[in-house]
C-alpha cells in the first residue's frame, strides 16, 4: 500500500510539473526557431535579430511557467504573484530559471491564495479592489525578494552539484545509463520535470562552452518510442496493430512522445525495449559527438532538425542517435511482442491506464477512441454548458438532474461554462448554437445538442439511451446525483437574500429585448448584487447566444468575464403579461441572473423545474402580486 502511495504521489507530482510546461511549448517553440535562424551559426544569421534569444530564454520562458505554475493553484491571480515571485529567481541567477519558476510559480500562487481565504468576507465592500491590487503586489514583491535571496542561489548550487555529475558520468562513459531513470520517467509524466528542470539549464550552459549539448538529446530522442510503435504495426494484435503506425508519425514527426506510452503500459516488459533504446542512443550520440544548440520542443525529427548545428557531423551524429535508438527498440520490443502472449491487444483500455496514472485525460486520447457518435458506457457524469457556466446551463442541469434520480440512475450532472469543460467529459449538452464550440474543446465526448433547455425531447431520448445497455454496469461515481440538489445550511441561510419580493415587477411591458435586459440589469445594480458594468455584459451575453430557454421563459445573464462585476449572488423577475419578442421567440417571464460562487444555483434549480411546467408559467403570467410568483418557486418573502 505504501508503495501504491508513492507511486500515485510521484505521477501525480510529475503531471503538475507537466502542466506547468505544456500550455507554454509554443513558447519554446518560437525561441527555438528564433535560435536556429538567427544566431551567428544559424540558418539565416542576424545580429540584430539574434538579440531576442537570450532575453526569452532568460526572462520570457521562465515567467511564463511561473506564471502557469500559479494559475494552476489559484487562477489568473495565483498565475500573475507566481510570476512576481519568479523574478527574483531569474535575477538571481545566471543560468535559465526553469527550475525556479516550477518552484516559485505555485508558491506565490499557493500564497496568495491562502491570504485571499484568511481576509475572506472581513474587507468593507468598496475596498475590494485596493485589498486585492495591493495585497498581490506585496507579497508577489516580497516572494520575488526570497526567491532572489535564497531559493536563486540554491537551485545555483543545486544546478552546480548536477552539472558536476553529468560531467563525471561523461568522463566515466556511463551517460547511457542515464536512460534508465528518463525513459521510466516519462511514463510517469517527469519528463518536462527532466528536461526542462534539469536537463535544459545545464544543457544550455555547455551551449555556451562549446557550441552544442548532448543533454538536450537525451529526453527529447524520439527513436525509443519510434521503435514501440514500428514494432507494434508489424508485430501487434487488434486495435494495437491497427493504430500503431498513426501512433509512430504523431510521435516521430509532432514529437508527442505520450502517445506511446499507452503501448508500453499493455505490454511492461517494453520497458526494457526503450531503456535499452535510450541508452543505445545516448551512447552513439556521445561516440560520434553529437548534440543541440537549443532544446528541442516538442521531441520531434523536425524540431531536432531545426536545433542541430549546422555541420554534416552533427546532423549524421543526431540522426545516428535517433535511428540506433529507434533500432534496438524495435528489435527488443519484436522480441517482447513474439514471445509474449498473443491476445487483441485493447489500447483504449491501456489509455484509461495511463489517464489513471496522469490524473486527467491525455492529450492524445483522441487518438484511440474508436467512435464518440454513441452514447458512451460506464458514464458517471454529464456536464451542461453554455458560455458562463451560471444561466442555462444551471436550470439545463437542474432538470436532468431530476430526471436522472427518477430513472434510478447513479449519474452526476453539473453545469460549467465550455471554457471549463474537462478533457475527460464522457456527455456534453449545449444549446445548438454552442455545440460547435463544445466540439473543440472536448471532441471526444459525446454531444448533445438542445434548442429548448426547458422541455427538450432529448433529455429523455438520452435518459432512455442510458438506461437499456449500461444501467447495471455502471461503476464509481464521480459525485452523487443527489448531492448535487440538497440544500446545505450556508445556501438556505442566503435564500432570503437572492431574490427579495421589491426585486419582482408586475406587469411590464418592453418595446424590444434589450430594453428589458436592460431593465433587469439596472434592478441587479440597485439591488446591490452586480456594479453597473455587469448590465453591458448581459446585452453581449444575449448577443452572443440567446438567453431565451423556451416555454416562454428567458435567463439573461453577464459574460463569462463579467464575472468580477457581481458582487453577490441575485436574481430578479420581471412578468411580462403581453410578451416581448427574443429572437423570434415570445417571452413572458425573465428572470436576471447574477451569481457568485454557485450559491445562486439551488434557487435557479427550483425555477428550472418549476417553469419545465407550462400551467405553473400560465400562473405566474397571471399573477397579481410579487408574493404570488415567489410562491410557485417556493421563495418566501419577508
Same mark, same amino acid.
Given at each position: 500500500?505504501?508503495?501504491?502511495n +508513492?507511486?500515485?504521489?510521484?505521477?501525480? @507530482?510529475g503531471?503538475?510539473?507537466?502542466?506547468?510546461?505544456?500550455?507554454?511549448?509554443s #513558447?519554446f517553440?518560437?525561441?527555438?526557431?528564433?535560435?536556429?535562424?538567427?544566431?551567428?551559426?544559424?540558418?539565416?544569421?542576424?545580429?540584430?535579430? #539574434?538579440?531576442?534569444?537570450?532575453p526569452?530564454?532568460?526572462?520570457?520562458?521562465?515567467l511564463?511557467?511561473?506564471f502557469?505554475g500559479g494559475?494552476?493553484?489559484?487562477?489568473?491571480?495565483?498565475?500573475?504573484?507566481?510570476?512576481?515571485?519568479?523574478?527574483?529567481?531569474?535575477?538571481?541567477?545566471d543560468?535559465?530559471?526553469f527550475?525556479?519558476?516550477? +518552484?516559485?510559480?505555485?508558491?506565490?500562487?499557493y500564497?496568495?491564495?491562502?491570504?485571499?481565504?484568511?481576509?475572506?468576507?472581513k474587507?468593507?465592500?468598496? /475596498?475590494?479592489?485596493?485589498?486585492?491590487?495591493?495585497?498581490?503586489g506585496?507579497?508577489?514583491?516580497?516572494?520575488?525578494?526570497?526567491?532572489?535571496?535564497?531559493?536563486?542561489?540554491?537551485?545555483?548550487? /543545486?544546478?552546480?552539484?548536477?552539472?558536476?555529475?553529468?560531467?563525471?558520468?561523461?568522463?566515466?562513459?556511463l551517460?547511457?545509463?542515464?536512460?534508465?531513470l528518463?525513459e521510466p520517467?516519462?511514463?510517469?509524466f517527469?519528463n518536462?520535470?527532466?528536461?526542462?528542470?534539469?536537463?535544459t539549464p545545464?544543457?544550455?550552459?555547455?551551449?555556451?562552452?562549446?557550441?552544442h549539448?548532448?543533454?538536450?538529446?537525451? &529526453?527529447?530522442?524520439?527513436?525509443?518510442?519510434l521503435?514501440?510503435?514500428?514494432?507494434y504495426s508489424?508485430f501487434?494484435?487488434?486495435?494495437?496493430?491497427?493504430?500503431?503506425?498513426?501512433?509512430?508519425?504523431?510521435?516521430?514527426?509532432?514529437g508527442?512522445?505520450?502517445?506511446?506510452?499507452p503501448?508500453?503500459?499493455?505490454?511492461?516488459?517494453?520497458?526494457?525495449?526503450?531503456?535499452l533504446?535510450?541508452?543505445s542512443?545516448?551512447?552513439?550520440?556521445?561516440?560520434?559527438?553529437g548534440?543541440? @544548440?537549443?532544446?528541442?520542443?516538442p521531441?520531434?525529427i523536425?524540431?531536432?532538425?531545426a536545433?542541430?548545428p549546422?555541420?554534416?557531423?552533427?546532423?549524421i551524429?543526431? @540522426?545516428?542517435?535517433?535511428?540506433?535508438?529507434?533500432?534496438v527498440?524495435?528489435?527488443?520490443?519484436?522480441?517482447?511482442?513474439?514471445?509474449?502472449?498473443?491476445?487483441?491487444?485493447?489500447? &483504449?483500455?491501456?489509455?484509461?491506464?495511463?489517464q489513471?496514472?496522469?490524473?486527467k485525460?491525455?492529450?492524445? #486520447?483522441?487518438?484511440?477512441?474508436?467512435?464518440?457518435?454513441?452514447?458512451?458506457?460506464?458514464?458517471n457524469?454529464?456536464? /451542461?454548458a453554455?458560455?458562463?457556466?451560471?444561466g442555462?446551463?444551471?436550470?439545463?442541469?437542474?432538470?436532468?438532474?431530476?430526471?436522472?434520480?427518477?430513472?434510478?440512475l447513479?449519474i452526476a450532472?453539473?453545469?460549467?461554462?465550455?471554457?471549463?469543460?474537462?478533457?475527460d467529459?464522457?456527455?456534453?449538452?449545449?444549446?445548438?448554437?454552442?455545440?460547435?464550440?463544445?466540439?473543440?474543446?472536448?471532441p471526444?465526448a459525446?454531444?448533445?445538442?438542445?434548442?429548448?433547455?426547458?422541455?427538450?425531447?432529448?433529455?429523455?431520448?438520452?435518459?432512455?439511451q442510458?438506461?437499456?445497455?449500461?444501467?447495471?454496469?455502471?461503476?464509481?461515481?464521480?459525485?452523487?446525483? &443527489?448531492?448535487?440538489?440538497s440544500?446545505?445550511?450556508e445556501?438556505?441561510?442566503?435564500?432570503?437574500d437572492?431574490?427579495?419580493?421589491?426585486?419582482?415587477?408586475i406587469n411590464?411591458t @418592453?418595446?424590444?429585448?434589450?430594453?428589458a435586459?436592460?431593465?433587469? *440589469?439596472?434592478?441587479?445594480?440597485?439591488?446591490g448584487?452586480?456594479?453597473?458594468?455587469?448590465i !453591458?455584459?448581459?446585452?453581449?451575453?444575449?448577443?452572443m447566444?440567446?438567453?431565451y430557454?423556451?416555454?416562454?421563459v428567458?435567463?439573461?445573464?453577464?459574460?463569462? !468575464?463579467?464575472?468580477?462585476?457581481?458582487?453577490?449572488?441575485? /436574481?430578479?423577475v420581471?412578468?411580462?403579461?403581453?410578451?416581448?419578442?427574443?429572437? *423570434?421567440?415570445?417571452?413572458?417571464?425573465?428572470?436576471?441572473?447574477?451569481?457568485k460562487?454557485?450559491?445562486?444555483?439551488?434557487?435557479?434549480?427550483?425555477?428550472?423545474?418549476?417553469?419545465?411546467?407550462?400551467?405553473?408559467?400560465?400562473?405566474?403570467v397571471?399573477?397579481?402580486?410579487?408574493?404570488?410568483?415567489?410562491?410557485?418557486?417556493?421563495?418566501?418573502? &419577508?
Amino acid at each position: 500500500m505504501a508503495q501504491s502511495n +508513492i507511486k500515485v504521489a510521484v505521477q501525480k @507530482f510529475g503531471n503538475f510539473l507537466s502542466s506547468m510546461v505544456m500550455p507554454n511549448i509554443s #513558447a519554446f517553440i518560437a525561441w527555438g526557431l528564433i535560435t536556429a535562424l538567427f544566431i551567428p551559426t544559424g540558418f539565416i544569421p542576424s545580429e540584430s535579430l #539574434a538579440k531576442m534569444v537570450d532575453p526569452m530564454v532568460t526572462y520570457l520562458l521562465p515567467l511564463l511557467i511561473g506564471f502557469t505554475g500559479g494559475k494552476i493553484i489559484y487562477d489568473q491571480r495565483g498565475g500573475v504573484v507566481g510570476a512576481i515571485a519568479t523574478m527574483g529567481v531569474i535575477v538571481g541567477s545566471d543560468i535559465p530559471m526553469f527550475l525556479g519558476a516550477m +518552484i516559485m510559480g505555485p508558491i506565490g500562487g499557493y500564497v496568495i491564495k491562502k491570504f485571499d481565504q484568511l481576509v475572506e468576507g472581513k474587507v468593507k465592500a468598496g /475596498f475590494e479592489m485596493l485589498v486585492n491590487n495591493f495585497s498581490a503586489g506585496i507579497l508577489g514583491g516580497l516572494l520575488s525578494i526570497i526567491s532572489f535571496l535564497a531559493i536563486g542561489p540554491a537551485v545555483d548550487i /543545486f544546478s552546480s552539484w548536477l552539472m558536476a555529475g553529468v560531467d563525471g558520468l561523461v568522463g566515466l562513459g556511463l551517460l547511457p545509463l542515464t536512460s534508465i531513470l528518463i525513459e521510466p520517467g516519462k511514463i510517469l509524466f517527469l519528463n518536462n520535470a527532466i528536461n526542462h528542470g534539469i536537463l535544459t539549464p545545464i544543457g544550455l550552459e555547455q551551449v555556451k562552452q562549446t557550441g552544442h549539448s548532448v543533454l538536450l538529446m537525451l &529526453e527529447a530522442n524520439p527513436g525509443p518510442g519510434l521503435g514501440v510503435l514500428l514494432a507494434y504495426s508489424i508485430f501487434g494484435k487488434g486495435t494495437a496493430k491497427r493504430s500503431a503506425p498513426g501512433a509512430a508519425i504523431i510521435q516521430f514527426l509532432g514529437g508527442i512522445h505520450e502517445i506511446y506510452f499507452p503501448y508500453i503500459l499493455m505490454r511492461p516488459m517494453l520497458f526494457l525495449a526503450v531503456i535499452l533504446g535510450g541508452m543505445s542512443g545516448v551512447f552513439t550520440l556521445v561516440l560520434l559527438g553529437g548534440g543541440l @544548440f537549443a532544446p528541442s520542443s516538442p521531441g520531434s525529427i523536425l524540431a531536432i532538425a531545426a536545433v542541430t548545428p549546422h555541420q554534416p557531423m552533427a546532423y549524421i551524429a543526431n @540522426f545516428a542517435g535517433v535511428l540506433v535508438a529507434a533500432a534496438v527498440s524495435f528489435i527488443v520490443s519484436t522480441f517482447v511482442l513474439k514471445t509474449g502472449k498473443q491476445t487483441d491487444e485493447d489500447i &483504449e483500455e491501456a489509455a484509461r491506464k495511463m489517464q489513471e496514472m496522469k490524473g486527467k485525460k491525455s492529450s492524445v #486520447a483522441g487518438a484511440f477512441v474508436a467512435n464518440t457518435e454513441n452514447v458512451p458506457e460506464d458514464v458517471n457524469k454529464i456536464f /451542461f454548458a453554455c458560455d458562463a457556466g451560471m444561466g442555462s446551463s444551471a436550470m439545463g442541469a437542474s432538470l436532468l438532474r431530476k430526471k436522472v434520480k427518477e430513472a434510478g440512475l447513479n449519474i452526476a450532472v453539473t453545469n460549467t461554462a465550455i471554457s471549463n469543460l474537462p478533457s475527460d467529459a464522457q456527455i456534453v449538452i449545449t444549446q445548438d448554437e454552442l455545440t460547435p464550440r463544445a466540439q473543440n474543446k472536448v471532441p471526444t465526448a459525446y454531444h448533445v445538442s438542445v434548442d429548448n433547455f426547458l422541455s427538450s425531447p432529448e433529455y429523455d431520448k438520452l435518459i432512455e439511451q442510458l438506461q437499456n445497455p449500461v444501467n447495471d454496469e455502471l461503476q464509481e461515481v464521480v459525485e452523487d446525483a &443527489e448531492d448535487n440538489i440538497s440544500v446545505d445550511t450556508e445556501i438556505a441561510d442566503t435564500e432570503n437574500d437572492l431574490l427579495l419580493e421589491e426585486n419582482v415587477f408586475i406587469n411590464q411591458t @418592453f418595446a424590444n429585448k434589450e430594453e428589458a435586459i436592460r431593465f433587469a *440589469g439596472r434592478a441587479l445594480v440597485k439591488a446591490g448584487y452586480v456594479e453597473e458594468s455587469y448590465i !453591458e455584459a448581459m446585452i453581449a451575453r444575449d448577443e452572443m447566444t440567446s438567453t431565451y430557454m423556451g416555454n416562454d421563459v428567458a435567463i439573461p445573464h453577464g459574460t463569462e !468575464e463579467a464575472k468580477q462585476a457581481v458582487l453577490k449572488s441575485g /436574481f430578479t423577475v420581471l412578468q411580462v403579461p403581453n410578451g416581448v419578442d427574443f429572437d *423570434g421567440q415570445k417571452v413572458r417571464l425573465i428572470f436576471g441572473i447574477a451569481g457568485k460562487d454557485g450559491t445562486h444555483l439551488e434557487i435557479l434549480s427550483g425555477i428550472a423545474v418549476t417553469c419545465s411546467d407550462m400551467d405553473n408559467i400560465e400562473k405566474m403570467v397571471e399573477a397579481k402580486t410579487a408574493k404570488e410568483i415567489m410562491d410557485m418557486i417556493n421563495i418566501k418573502s &419577508e
